[in-house]
């Protein structure tokens, strides 16, 4: 009964890899995020989506492409990966536009 | 832009009560929230202010004062399972709702 689901839950890699992070959530919401903790545990908003249409694109370098397949799925690929985009990357997931949002168990990426 | 700023750590005894404070500088500003996060965690919602005044959940309060941008969240009765990070988090309509988190307060609650 998991309601906002990640995988991987761990990902590691090489730089100047092209990586895929997916997310899924069964509350039936509308909206959903990407947001990325990094180190000192500063947490950032990336992209939001509201009913598959991009709403939020924060200045995120153009490696990072969301995708929307559907409302309940949103999916994050990264391109040409950096030592810097190692970070813990949570999925999100809301009613509406409402303040209170579910967070998915996040991926750790590590990029070596 | 927008800003939010909470005490990096605050450390208190058990059974104790502790007060987390945040102020913001936010343009289209709704409302204010707050999270938990256990270590190794996913960040968890406490609670939501849009209006000024204390709301109350169990042992937890939270406050707001627009007028002063300023904020707190209030815990009472500590526990040990208390120990973890809190960010308060603004609600902003700045061409679309966006939620910005501050850079957490570790509280660390001893025997």
């Known amino acids: 009964d998991t309601a906002v689901s990640q995988t991987p839950k761990y990902l590691v890699t090489q730089m100047g890899n092209d990586k895929s992070i997916k997310c899924e959530q069964n509350?039936?919401?509308?909206?959903m995020y990407w947001y990325k903790q990094d180190s000192k545990k500063f947490l950032k908003i990336m992209f939001s989506?509201?009913?598959?249409?991009?709403?939020i694109n924060e200045t995120v370098p153009n490696r990072f492409s969301p995708k929307s397949p559907d409302k309940a799925h949103l999916n994050l690929h990264i391109n040409s990966l950096e030592l810097g985009d190692s970070a813990v990357y949570f999925c999100?997931?809301?009613?509406?536009?409402?303040?209170?949002?579910?967070f998915g168990p996040g991926t750790r990426l590590t990029v070596t | 832009g927008q800003s939010l700023e909470q005490p990096s750590e605050v450390t208190a005894v058990e059974g104790a009560i502790v007060q987390i404070n945040c102020t913001y500088q936010?343009?289209?500003?709704?409302?204010l929230s707050w999270y938990q996060q256990h270590d190794g965690g996913a960040p968890t919602f406490l609670s939501y202010?849009?209006?000024?005044g204390l709301e109350e959940t169990g042992r937890f309060s939270s406050f707001l004062s627009r007028s002063d941008s300023y904020g707190y969240l209030l815990l009472q009765e500590l526990q040990m399972k208390d120990s973890a990070s809190y960010f308060c988090?603004?609600?902003?309509?700045?061409?679309?709702?966006?939620?910005?988190f501050g850079a957490g307060t570790r509280l660390f609650v001893k025997a």
């Open positions: 988090a603004v609600r902003a309509h700045t061409g679309g709702f966006k939620t910005i």
């Open positions: 999100a997931s809301s009613p509406g536009t409402s303040y209170e949002q579910y």
């Open positions: 989506y509201n009913n598959k249409e991009l709403i």
């Open positions: 936010t343009s289209g500003f709704y409302g």
């Open positions: 509350l039936g919401h509308d909206t």
């Open positions: 202010n849009a209006l000024d």
